[in-house]
């Protein structure tokens, strides 16, 4: 039931709808969701568990163990087709997920006020003719993701390459 939380691991009901200790909160989405579907209580002393329907099925972010490791099956596929660009001497020094700072740590004395604000790239790799390209394949674009491009044009000067996915069209 929607009154049921979870405290340090173990999970309490507030309505008796039936034994507490077989669900837990996913710290996701914040519904309620029974141990059976996909995480235990114990879990969540170690890691916080997300349910199916916030992973998309798998677990993984995104669906990510279906699309290669990568958190769309876009990004796989470019992955995969800038290495064989590697491969073939078209680029070089090729790095996946390469986290930028935009804004550093903010402290005052020695404690901690705000936490760094970073991009994390896609792809970054050099050209033939040494050029650093720094790509981000994109689905739809968020509001955050059009301020952090800003910033890394800002504060780094780099201008951030939109790989757009490719739509399929429902037959």
């Known amino acids: 039931c929607s009154d049921c939380i979870t405290e340090g691991g173990k999970a ?5 709808c ?3 200790e077989q669900r837990v909160l996913c710290m996701t989405c914040g ?27 798998s677990g ?23 290495r064989s660009w590697e491969r073939a001497g078209i ?14 740590r903010q402290t005052i004395g020695t404690r901690l006020v705000e936490h760094a604000c970073s991009y994390v790239a ?3 790799y050099l050209d033939a003719g040494h050029v650093r390209h720094v790509e981000d394949v994109k689905g739809h674009t968020t509001d955050v993701y059009r301020i952090k491009k800003k910033l ?15 739509r399929r069209k429902r037959g």
């Open 12 to 16: 309490t009901c507030t309505m008796n």
């Open 31 to 57: 519904d309620v969701k029974p141990a059976k579907e996909g995480f235990a209580p114990q879990q969540l002393k170690k890691k916080r568990p997300k349910c199916r329907a916030c992973t998309g099925g």
């Open 91 to 104: 680029i070089s020094e090729l790095r996946e997920q390469v986290r930028f700072e935009l804004i550093p």
């Open 60 to 82: 993984a972010k995104m669906g990510a163990q279906a699309a290669g490791g990568h958190a769309s099956k876009a990004e796989n596929a470019r992955a995969l087709e800038l």
């Open 122 to 124: 896609d792809f970054v």
């Open 152 to 166: 890394m044009l800002w504060v780094h000067g780099i201008e951030v390459e939109e790989v757009r996915a490719e």
């Open 18 to 20: 039936g034994p507490a």
